[in-house]
T-cell receptor
Framework: DSGVTQTPKHLITATGQRVTLRCSPRSGDLSVYWYQQSLDQGLQFLIQ???????AKGNILERFSAQQFPDLHSELNLSSLELGDSALYFC????????????FGAGSRLTVL | QQQVKQSPQSLIVQKGGISIINCAYENTAFDYFPWYQQFPGKGPALLIA?????SEKKEGRFTISFNKSAKQFSLHIMDSQPGDSATYFC????????????FGKGTHLIIQP
């Protein structure tokens, strides 16, 4: 157990729907990063939050949004889902704003039918 | 644009042999180069990392070799064991990693007993 908790582990939904993925960072970590892992694109950085504030954006679609709450857990919202959004979504946490030491959760596998 | 190119995509090594995975990067601002190991159903976990002020770092059977002028770095796994069978990702970050880690596409390593 890495200490980073992601829910749900698996999610199956239909095109056009909206889902929310949740992440609880490791105790003491203030930063949360979201990554998308697909077979053809590998691990793609989506967005980073530090202590409730957005710090960096990567290849995140406009249909996707995220936030980090006062208790430091984070949610990734995916809307108007398309087949191509099917992927593993990882959350990682770190104690600083830098990505140099990240601890990953086990991921949420999203299947869009 | 893929900023970190990883090869090979897959690798089969006999038990006791040396596994070698290579990565090349383009962004000269990268200053931190970690390797992550991922087992099926798990998130990536930090294995070993290097900064460009050294040419080699060794931790147990795992060694990173770094060539700054060629903008290349590699992971060597000595005395490879079946338990090393996993997917390995190289990554890079710049400026403390504020923009997250840029990952290679991964190498699926199989160690045959």
């Amino acid at each position: 157990d890495s200490g980073v908790t992601q829910t749900p582990k698996h999610l199956i939904t239909a095109t056009g729907q909206r889902v929310t993925l949740r992440c609880s960072p490791r105790s003491g970590d203030l930063s949360v990063y979201w990554y998308q892992q697909s077979l053809d694109q590998g691990l793609q950085f989506l967005i980073q939050y530090y202590n409730g504030e957005e710090r960096a954006k990567g290849n995140i679609l406009e249909r996707f949004s995220a936030q980090q709450f006062p208790d430091l857990h984070s949610e990734l919202n995916l809307s108007s889902l398309e087949l191509g959004d099917s992927a593993l979504y990882f959350c990682a946490s770190g104690w600083t704003t830098g990505a140099n030491v990240l601890t990953f959760g086990a991921g949420s596998r999203l299947t869009v039918l | 644009q893929q900023q970190v190119k990883q090869s090979p995509q897959s690798l089969i090594v006999q038990k006791g042999g040396i596994s070698i995975i290579n990565c090349a990067y383009e962004n000269t601002a990268f200053d931190y180069f970690p390797w992550y190991q991922q087992f099926p159903g798990k998130g990536p976990a930090l294995l070993i990392a290097i900064r460009p002020d050294v040419s080699e770092k060794k931790e147990g059977r795992f060694t990173i070799s770094f060539n700054k002028s060629a903008k290349q770095f590699s992971l060597h796994i000595m005395d490879s064991q079946p338990g090393d069978s996993a997917t390995y990702f190289c990554a890079a970050s710049a400026g403390g990693g504020a923009d997250g880690l840029t990952f290679g596409k991964g190498t699926h390593l199989i160690i045959q007993p």
